[in-house]
């Protein structure tokens, strides 16, 4: 009787290492900020301001939150190719404008910074160049940490510069 119960316990210890050993590949896995498939369209380099607004939290203390971005995007050459802004949302010269969710996210190389996102795209206006994009990564971060001084007012706005690369993929 003790035998089978020894078993039993053996087998379910091995069964939950196993799904443990799952679980954390697939969150390995899911912390990559490489796109699944697809085309590398153009690279970018962006410089602009993270956003934050001062609001209450769940404990009634005011506290810095992330409202959106404001960056231009520049192509190797340097010229001006893609707004950045809330959304998240990035619109090009010639009107075409998508909008993405993140789907994965790592830390910085760079202390203080940002982390390096991968975004998937939700949804799309106009024919373009961003209108075929599938996937939008920002690596390189640097910068855009929430201010370092304390809010001290309710909606009071604080923005902290931060340049990244932004890779569009379709």
Not at 80 to 104: C, K, Q, T, Y
């Amino acid at each position: 009787m003790f035998t089978n119960f020894n078993r039993v316990k053996r087998v379910t210890a091995v069964i939950v290492g196993c799904v443990a050993g799952v679980a954390s590949a697939a969150a390995f896995a899911a912390s990559s900020i490489d796109p699944p498939q697809g085309e590398r369209v153009v690279t970018t380099t962006a410089s602009g301001i993270q956003v934050y607004s001062c609001e209450y939290d769940a404990q009634h203390h005011l506290a810095w939150v992330f409202k959106s971005p404001q960056a231009t995007l520049y192509d190797t050459s340097g010229h001006a190719l893609i707004m950045h802004s809330a959304g998240p949302s990035w619109e090009a010269e010639d009107g075409s404008r998508i909008v993405g969710h993140v789907i994965a996210q790592t830390p910085s190389d760079t202390a203080a910074s940002v982390p390096q996102l991968l975004l998937e795209t939700r949804s799309t206006a106009a024919s373009g160049t961003l209108s075929a994009i599938r996937y939008v990564q920002r690596v390189n971060t640097v910068g855009g940490m929430m201010p370092a001084a304390a809010c001290s007012t309710e909606h009071q706005v604080g923005g902290s510069p931060y340049l990244a690369n932004y890779i569009f993929y379709k």
